[in-house]
Nanobody
């Protein structure tokens, strides 16, 4: 089985920073895309950022240069460095990974979510 375990969420004041981590473990042959989504109360889950195995990145428009996504392939881990946080960034942040466990096709796996709360 594959598990994604997130860490690094918490409470921060507006203008502050947080670093989220997400480590994948289990039977893993390869990991393609990894990334982060978030879901605020009463809103749909939305993509925050993603990174390919070779390091190509993409960000949502609302990031506006404030967040940086990275990954360590040797550790099967993806990171999200967030700075200049504002109350609108308050949400549960979920990591995901597209993982091949040795079968013909890859599947999407999700972490359990980590709460990020930004106070004004």
């Amino acid at each position: 089985q594959v598990q994604l375990v997130e860490s690094g969420g918490g409470l921060v004041q507006a203008g502050g920073s947080l670093r989220l981590s997400c480590a994948a473990s289990g039977i893993i042959f390869s990991i393609n895309s990894m990334g982060w989504y978030r879901q605020a109360p009463g809103k749909q889950r939305e993509l925050v950022a993603r990174v390919t195995r070779i390091g190509s990145t993409a960000y949502a428009d609302f990031v506006q240069g404030r967040f940086t996504i990275s990954r360590d392939n040797a550790k099967n881990t993806v990171y999200l460095q967030m700075s200049s946080l504002n109350p609108e960034d308050t949400a549960v942040y979920y990591c995901y990974a597209v993982i091949n466990t040795g079968s013909a096709a890859s599947s999407n796996y999700w972490g359990q979510g980590t709460q990020v709360t930004v106070s004004s």
